[in-house]
Nanobody, 117 residues
Protein backbone atom coordinates (compact mmCIF):
# COMPACT_ATOMS: atom_id res chain seq x y z
CA UNK A 1 0.00 0.00 0.00
CA UNK A 2 1.19 3.49 -0.82
CA UNK A 3 0.70 6.40 1.54
CA UNK A 4 0.51 9.97 0.26
CA UNK A 5 0.80 12.95 2.57
CA UNK A 6 -0.23 16.39 1.37
CA UNK A 7 0.70 19.76 2.79
CA UNK A 8 0.79 23.43 1.91
CA UNK A 9 -2.83 24.47 1.80
CA UNK A 10 -4.19 27.51 3.56
CA UNK A 11 -5.89 30.86 3.31
CA UNK A 12 -4.56 33.35 0.78
CA UNK A 13 -5.78 36.63 -0.66
CA UNK A 14 -6.73 36.93 -4.32
CA UNK A 15 -3.60 37.37 -6.40
CA UNK A 16 -1.51 35.49 -3.88
CA UNK A 17 0.41 32.24 -4.24
CA UNK A 18 0.72 28.87 -2.55
CA UNK A 19 2.71 25.71 -3.15
CA UNK A 20 1.16 22.33 -2.42
CA UNK A 21 3.29 19.28 -1.73
CA UNK A 22 2.51 15.58 -1.85
CA UNK A 23 5.00 13.05 -0.52
CA UNK A 24 4.79 9.36 -1.39
CA UNK A 25 5.90 6.46 0.80
CA UNK A 26 7.62 4.69 -2.11
CA UNK A 27 9.91 5.63 -4.95
CA UNK A 28 8.36 7.57 -7.83
CA UNK A 29 11.34 7.04 -10.12
CA UNK A 30 9.43 4.81 -12.55
CA UNK A 31 5.98 6.20 -11.95
CA UNK A 32 3.48 6.22 -14.80
CA UNK A 33 1.88 9.57 -14.01
CA UNK A 34 0.88 11.84 -11.13
CA UNK A 35 -1.18 14.92 -10.69
CA UNK A 36 -3.74 17.02 -8.92
CA UNK A 37 -7.51 17.24 -8.76
CA UNK A 38 -9.67 19.62 -6.77
CA UNK A 39 -13.19 19.69 -5.40
CA UNK A 40 -15.05 22.86 -4.58
CA UNK A 41 -18.07 22.86 -2.25
CA UNK A 42 -21.12 21.46 -4.01
CA UNK A 43 -19.16 20.53 -7.13
CA UNK A 44 -17.66 17.39 -8.57
CA UNK A 45 -13.97 16.68 -8.31
CA UNK A 46 -12.20 18.14 -11.34
CA UNK A 47 -8.84 17.61 -13.00
CA UNK A 48 -6.22 20.32 -12.43
CA UNK A 49 -2.84 19.12 -13.70
CA UNK A 50 -0.94 15.98 -14.64
CA UNK A 51 2.70 15.08 -15.09
CA UNK A 52 4.04 11.91 -16.70
CA UNK A 53 7.23 10.06 -15.87
CA UNK A 54 9.01 11.68 -18.82
CA UNK A 55 7.99 15.16 -17.75
CA UNK A 56 5.06 15.86 -20.04
CA UNK A 57 2.49 18.11 -18.38
CA UNK A 58 -1.18 18.85 -18.95
CA UNK A 59 -3.27 21.55 -17.29
CA UNK A 60 -6.93 22.35 -17.23
CA UNK A 61 -7.59 25.58 -19.13
CA UNK A 62 -8.55 27.61 -16.10
CA UNK A 63 -5.11 27.26 -14.47
CA UNK A 64 -2.83 27.44 -17.51
CA UNK A 65 -0.17 30.07 -17.04
CA UNK A 66 -0.89 30.33 -13.30
CA UNK A 67 -0.15 26.83 -11.93
CA UNK A 68 2.99 24.74 -12.38
CA UNK A 69 3.23 21.03 -11.62
CA UNK A 70 6.63 19.56 -10.81
CA UNK A 71 8.21 16.63 -9.02
CA UNK A 72 11.37 15.62 -7.19
CA UNK A 73 12.32 11.96 -7.52
CA UNK A 74 14.89 12.22 -4.72
CA UNK A 75 12.16 13.26 -2.30
CA UNK A 76 9.38 11.12 -3.85
CA UNK A 77 7.38 14.32 -3.98
CA UNK A 78 4.95 16.11 -6.24
CA UNK A 79 4.32 19.85 -6.15
CA UNK A 80 1.77 22.31 -7.41
CA UNK A 81 2.90 25.92 -7.50
CA UNK A 82 -0.11 28.22 -7.70
CA UNK A 83 0.16 31.90 -8.60
CA UNK A 84 -2.36 34.68 -9.21
CA UNK A 85 -4.91 32.78 -7.19
CA UNK A 86 -8.58 33.56 -7.65
CA UNK A 87 -11.60 32.91 -5.42
CA UNK A 88 -12.69 30.27 -7.97
CA UNK A 89 -9.56 28.30 -7.06
CA UNK A 90 -10.99 27.68 -3.60
CA UNK A 91 -11.29 23.92 -3.15
CA UNK A 92 -9.86 20.86 -1.49
CA UNK A 93 -6.89 19.77 -3.57
CA UNK A 94 -6.02 16.07 -3.94
CA UNK A 95 -2.83 14.60 -5.31
CA UNK A 96 -2.67 11.22 -6.98
CA UNK A 97 0.05 8.86 -8.10
CA UNK A 98 -0.29 6.00 -10.57
CA UNK A 99 2.66 3.63 -10.76
CA UNK A 100 1.63 1.69 -13.86
CA UNK A 101 -0.83 2.24 -16.67
CA UNK A 102 -3.03 -0.57 -15.37
CA UNK A 103 -2.64 0.36 -11.71
CA UNK A 104 -5.12 2.20 -9.54
CA UNK A 105 -4.71 5.83 -8.56
CA UNK A 106 -3.41 6.37 -5.04
CA UNK A 107 -4.82 9.53 -3.46
CA UNK A 108 -3.67 11.98 -0.86
CA UNK A 109 -5.91 13.02 2.00
CA UNK A 110 -6.66 16.43 0.51
CA UNK A 111 -5.59 19.92 1.53
CA UNK A 112 -7.84 22.96 1.73
CA UNK A 113 -7.04 26.03 -0.33
CA UNK A 114 -9.15 29.11 0.36
CA UNK A 115 -8.75 32.26 -1.71
CA UNK A 116 -10.52 35.15 -0.05
CA UNK A 117 -10.00 38.74 1.00
Amino acid sequence: QVQLVESGGGLVQPGGSLTLSCAASRSIFSIYDMGWYRQAPGKQREFVARRTSVGNTVYTNSVKGRFTISSDNAKNALYLQMYSLKPDDTAVYYCYFRFAATDQNYWGQGTQVTVSS
